[in-house]
């Protein structure tokens, strides 16, 4: 990795991401996730999730919307249930997980089930920091920020992955 590669030098401009105020529904969520283009790398898109002074609070993707749907039954010990019972619950619970007619899980704010924003890089760190800080914490990208408050961007694991797997000219 270049000595003189920064963040700044790969983060990419916020607004380049889909966002959403964290008030918003999941069912809201899952109409922009859907627009954002799932076609293209769908373990990818991710929505910023922000507050009403614009403060990024977390981010929220696929993975995400499928926990906060995730019946209560699932969250229990495999213990407390058979084999053949658990397989006739999942069973019920796939035909009906995305129904829309689900109100009262679509009606969750995201807020409940968004993944927070607990590590930032800033615009002056090398890249190792923002990958050491990326592999550690099994995050797809990573907030930028300019003098440790303000958010001026995002850094993605893919793009340090280009920027690193690219041949030296």
Request: proline share 5%; aromatic share 8%.
């Amino acid at each position: 990795m270049p000595a003189d590669k920064r963040v700044k030098d790969l983060m990419k401009d916020i607004f380049e991401f889909p966002h959403i105020p964290y008030w918003f529904t999941i069912r809201q969520a899952i109409g922009i996730i859907k627009s954002a283009g799932l076609e293209k790398a769908p373990h990818q898109i991710v929505v910023l999730v922000f507050e009403e002074k614009y403060h990024l609070v977390g981010t929220l993707g696929i993975k995400d919307i499928l926990r906060g749907l995730e019946p209560v039954y699932l969250r229990t010990s495999s213990n407390e249930h058979s084999a053949q019972e658990g397989d006739m619950a999942l069973s019920l619970v796939w035909d009906t997980m995305f129904d829309m007619s689900n109100k009262e899980l679509l009606q969750k704010p995201v807020s409940d089930i968004l993944y927070p924003i607990e590590h930032f890089a800033g615009t002056d760190d090398h890249l190792a920091k923002a990958v050491y800080a990326m592999l550690t914490n099994d995050l797809f990208l990573l907030p930028v920020l300019e003098d440790k408050r303000k958010l001026v961007g995002i850094v993605t694991l893919l793009d340090i992955f280009n920027e690193l797997s690219s041949p030296v000219a």
